[in-house]
């Protein structure tokens, strides 16, 4: 079964701190591709990075980072100096290669609230 | 306008009601993507059209979901005979082509159907 599993439902964080938001993923497919999307309280999904499964560096994009461990099946978010705008949900997502690319499947969301 | 577009922002449907959800993908855009997300849950996929073709609908809860992209831009969802358990926001997204790269997503409908 192809499933994305987020352990936090709630992380609080203190500003210009960094902070980890955790994602597994279960996948047969050996390619695949791993996504983060954000989504403030107005709604939209407004995508953060990405990351292959045949990628051997770790993404970034500015302050973010995906840590990929893929024997472990991880990609976790890694937001450095965490600012007030962050306050958001976070979804990890999934992108298999059985589904054609055409199908992200996403996680619960982890809820990441900073605070001054 | 630049980004995913999506009208209304808000319906509320009486319960048997016909509803129609609209998106305006970015211009050029080959997918779209229409996801289900319902309240305090990540999104769910929907149905998945490349151009005018509807490659994916696995996603459609029910006979009752029908998708449609006639001239490859401008899509259209509509739910027939609406249900308590169809209230949800619909996302929609376009990417600009068919590899694995990024979608993005316009601000959704929020239905709620009473």
């Known amino acids: 079964a192809q499933k994305i599993t987020q352990t936090q439902p709630g992380m609080f964080v203190q500003e210009k701190e960094a902070v980890t938001l955790d994602c597994t993923y279960d996948t047969s497919d050996q390619s695949y591709g791993l996504f983060w999307y954000k989504q403030p309280s107005s709604g939209e999904m407004i995508f953060l990075i990405y990351q292959g499964s045949y990628d051997e560096q770790n993404a970034t994009e500015g302050r973010y980072s995906l840590n990929f461990q893929k024997a472990r099946k991880s990609a976790n978010l890694v937001i450095s100096a965490s600012q007030l705008g962050d306050s958001a949900m976070y979804f990890c997502?999934?992108?298999?290669?059985?589904?054609?690319?055409?199908?992200?499947?996403f996680g619960a969301g982890t809820r990441l609230a900073v605070h001054p | 306008g630049a980004g995913v577009s999506q009208s209304p922002r808000y319906k509320v449907a009486k319960r048997g009601q016909d509803v129609a959800l609209r998106c305006d993908p970015i211009s050029g855009h080959v997918s779209l993507f229409w996801y289900q997300q319902a309240l305090g849950q990540g999104p769910e996929f929907l149905t998945y059209?490349?151009?005018?073709?509807?490659?994916?609908k696995s996603g459609l809860p029910s006979d009752r979901f029908f998708a449609e992209r006639p001239e490859g831009s401008v899509s259209t969802l509509k739910i027939q005979r609406t249900q308590q358990e169809d209230s949800a926001v619909y996302l929609c997204?376009?990417?600009?082509?068919?590899?694995?790269?990024?979608?993005?997503f316009g601000q959704g409908t929020r239905l709620t159907v009473v």
């Open positions: 997204a376009s990417r600009v082509g068919t590899t694995n790269t990024e979608a993005f």
């Open positions: 997502a999934m992108s298999p290669f059985s589904g054609g690319y055409n199908k992200l499947i």
């Open positions: 059209f490349q151009n005018e073709a509807q490659l994916d």
